[in-house]
């Protein structure tokens, strides 16, 4: 499976950008699928994830009620709607594709990486 992530870009804060991820090689319907993002010094971690069928999203706390996942199994495709920006979302952002689960994705269940879409929120 190939993940190629697209839509990131400089942003100013309180601003909103849209994140999307289409998958080939195979369907996304058969994966979990999540955004982790790294932020330079840090370690990556997931952002947001969203089960096979695209009914049950997770959320980390810092991000609630800005940012909204979806996934579009007739389209292979996830996407990440991020509102309300803030520095400190600033962060290469990693759409990942896992198998169904809890709903949480950690790194070491991921299957498959996209390459990763820069995300800058100035202040």
């Known amino acids: 499976v190939q993940l190629q992530a697209s839509g990131g870009g400089l942003v100013q804060a309180g601003g909103s950008l849209r994140l999307s991820c289409v998958a080939s090689?195979?369907?996304?319907?058969?994966?979990?699928m999540g955004w982790f993002r790294q932020a330079p010094g840090k370690e990556r971690e997931l952002v947001t994830s969203?089960?096979?069928?695209?009914?049950?999203?997770y959320y980390i706390d810092s991000v609630k009620g800005r940012f909204t996942i979806s996934k579009d199994n007739a389209k292979n495709t996830v996407s990440l709607q991020m509102h309300s920006l803030k520095p400190e979302d600033t962060a290469v952002y990693y759409c990942?594709?896992?198998?169904?689960?809890?709903?949480?994705?950690?790194?070491?269940?991921?299957?498959?990486w996209g390459q990763g879409t820069q995300v800058t929120v100035s202040s």
């Open positions: 969203i089960r096979r069928n695209g009914l049950s999203a």
């Open positions: 990942a594709a896992a198998e169904d689960g809890s709903g949480i994705i950690v790194p070491e269940s991921v299957l498959y």
């Open positions: 090689g195979r369907t996304t319907y058969r994966y979990a």
